[in-house]
């Protein structure tokens, strides 16, 4: 064993993370529904109706909007991390060891697992404002704040700037998190690896990394949006986007969509896990 970086086969990754989703597909329904009931339930009760109750700015929030709030933010983005931890040890350890009777362990690897995604997060920040301060340079360098007071009044090509912009962003931050994933998997695992080994491992791979996880990204992305737009054709509602505060049956239709719903994140999590055996990361010692 060795903490060197090894050269990751596509194909074999690819058709890892594929076959993965596969084996386990009845083992991703359960994750799926656990990760969504208690959105559903909430909502199915009625408690988040203060929070997703349309109003103008001008409008004082409504009574009960702060525990709506709250339990909005406990049900999706915060107990998303320990149903993506159950994601990678599916993937990582096999069904056999998805779930412990011990909750201990699941809740001490989501706080680090906040710790690492707020890492990246301020990388993304950092790379974002050094961004915008390279075009306010250029901004006044080339004499254009007139134009830029109306962003619907822009030129193509001043448009194309800010394109670039947060394309540029989005990719960098994009590929800073894919040299990390190999830290996050064996964060959910229970083993240590910091993001400086995670990157390390992972620096002859950048490019492959970035083209396997689109090759699986991409296509379930896809797949997701064609499932709920011919669900929501087929029954006649608009569960997203309708700008109208969902119905209780609508919570129903969320917890049957949950499996493709969650359909990217967990083609992700399977992705990552290919990535932390293909290059190396089963084989890492800490020192």
């Known amino acids: 064993m060795n903490n060197n970086c090894s050269i990751m086969c596509m194909k ?8 993965s989703l596969w084996n386990f597909r009845w083992n991703h329904l359960l994750i799926s529904y656990i990760a969504f009931f208690p959105f559903s ?34 049900t999706t983005y915060l107990w998303a991390l320990p149903c993506v931890i159950l994601w990678h040890r599916l993937y990582l350890l096999g069904p056999e060891h998805l ?13 680090v ?6 890492f990246l997060v301020g990388v993304c920040v950092t790379v974002a404002a050094l961004l915008v301060i390279m075009l306010t340079f250029t901004i006044e360098f080339l004499n254009i704040d007139d134009s830029i007071s109306n962003f619907l009044e822009l030129s193509d090509v001043e448009f194309i700037r800010y394109l670039s912009i947060v394309s540029i962003t989005g990719l960098l931050t994009y590929l800073v998190f894919l040299r990390f994933t190999l830290a996050i998997c064996a964060r959910t695992i229970g083993k240590r690896m910091g993001l400086l080994a995670s990157w390390r491992l992972t620096e002859k791979n950048t490019f492959r990394m970035f083209l396997s996880f689109a090759a699986i990204i991409v296509p379930t992305g896809l797949i997701t949006f064609g499932v709920l737009y011919l669900y929501q054709s087929l029954i ?33 999590c399977s992705q990552c896990a290919s990535f932390y055996r293909h290059c190396g990361g089963e084989n890492y010692i800490k020192t």
Do not use: C, Q
């Open 99 to 111: 779930l412990r009777r011990k909750i201990w362990p699941i809740l001490t690897r989501s706080f």
């Open 236 to 268: 006649g509602i608009n569960l997203f986007f309708s700008g109208e505060m969902l119905g209780t049956a609508s919570y129903v239709h969320l917890f049957i969509l949950a499996p493709v719903i969650t359909l990217p994140l967990g083609s992700m």
């Open 41 to 74: 339930l909430a909502g199915f009760l009625g408690l988040l109706d203060p929070f997703f109750e349309p109003r103008s700015s001008l409008e004082l929030v409504p009574s009960g909007y702060n525990l709506s709030f709250f339990l909005f933010i406990a």
């Open 12 to 19: 074999s990754s690819i058709k890892e993370s594929y076959s």
């Open 113 to 118: 697992l906040i710790s690492k995604v707020l």
